[in-house]
T-cell receptor
Framework: GEDVEQSLFLSVREGDSSVINCTYT??????LYWYKQEPGAGLQLLTY?????DMKQDQRLTVLLNKKDKHLSLRIADTQTGDSAIYFC??????????FGKGTMLLVSP | EAGVVQSPRYKIIEKKQPVAFWCNPI?????LYWYLQNLGQGPELLIR????????DSQLPKDRFSAERLKGVDSTLKIQPAELGDSAVYLC????????????FGPGTRLTVL
C-alpha cells in the first residue's frame, strides 16, 4: 500500500533555513503536497508539485522532488517563529486519494 | 470567501452515546472529505463524496459510523455508539473539480469519549 514517511521533529534558530524531508512509496503519484498545521487548526496547503517537475519555488518555500528516489523536501528560507507548526507531506495516488505522513514538528527558537 | 466550516469545535461524550459532526464546504466545491486525525498522526480518509454520492467509503467503519450529504452541499458524520478509541479530531475538507486536487480543510471537531 501507499506509505509516506517523515522525520518527526526539527529544531532551528530564527533566520536559519529549515529542510523537512519526506519519502513516499507510490511511484504513480501525480501530485505531492506540503501542508502546515498550527495548534488547534486544520491543515493549510502551503505548496504542491507535479510529479514531472523536480523543483518549485514559491517565495520562501522551495520544494525539491527526486522521483527516482521517491524523496520530497521542503526548504523554508529565513525561518521565522511564526513558521513553528507541524508540516505534513502528502501524495496523491489513485482516485484522488491523499496519503499523509505523520508530520514533522518544526520548532523555531528566537 | 468563507472557508470550510465545522461544528461543533469540541465535543465531550460518554462512551456508548451517539455523536454527530457537521460540515459546510466552500461554495462551489463538489468534492467533500471526512478525515480522522489521531494524536501525532496525519489525517486518514474516512469517506469522500462527489456531490451527494459517496465514491470512497472503504475506510469508514460501517458498524458504527455513518455519513450523509443529502443535497450535495453540507455533510454530517455520525458515530453511534461511540467508543473510547474514537477520541480524535475529525476533519472535513473540500476541493474544486480540478486535477490539482487542492483540498481546503476546516478547523476540525475534537471528540473526547470518556
Amino acid at each position: 500500500g501507499e506509505d509516506v514517511e517523515q522525520s518527526l521533529f526539527l529544531s532551528v534558530r530564527e533566520g536559519d533555513s529549515s529542510v523537512i524531508n519526506c519519502t513516499y512509496t507510490d511511484s504513480s503519484s501525480t501530485y505531492l503536497y506540503w501542508y502546515k498545521q498550527e495548534p488547534g487548526a486544520g491543515l493549510q496547503l502551503l505548496t504542491y508539485i507535479f510529479s514531472n517537475m523536480d523543483m518549485k519555488q514559491d517565495q520562501r518555500l522551495t520544494v525539491l522532488l527526486n522521483k527516482k528516489d521517491k524523496h520530497l523536501s521542503l526548504r523554508i528560507a529565513d525561518t521565522q517563529t511564526g513558521d513553528s507548526a507541524i508540516y505534513f507531506c502528502a501524495e496523491r495516488g489513485g482516485y484522488s486519494t491523499l496519503t499523509f505522513g505523520k508530520g514533522t514538528m518544526l520548532l523555531v527558537s528566537p | 470567501e468563507a472557508g470550510v466550516v465545522q461544528s461543533p469545535r469540541y465535543k465531550i461524550i460518554e462512551k456508548k452515546q451517539p455523536v454527530a459532526f457537521w460540515c459546510n464546504p466552500i461554495s462551489g466545491h463538489n468534492t467533500l472529505y471526512w478525515y480522522l486525525q489521531n494524536l501525532g498522526q496525519g489525517p486518514e480518509l474516512l469517506i469522500r463524496y462527489e456531490n451527494e454520492e459517496a465514491v470512497d467509503d472503504s475506510q469508514l467503519p460501517k458498524d458504527r459510523f455513518s455519513a450523509e450529504r443529502l443535497k450535495g452541499v453540507d455533510s454530517t458524520l455520525k458515530i453511534q455508539p461511540a467508543e473510547l478509541g474514537d477520541s480524535a479530531v475529525y476533519l472535513c475538507a473540500s476541493s474544486p473539480d480540478d486535477q490539482r486536487n487542492e483540498q481546503f480543510f476546516g478547523p476540525g471537531t475534537r471528540l473526547t469519549v470518556l
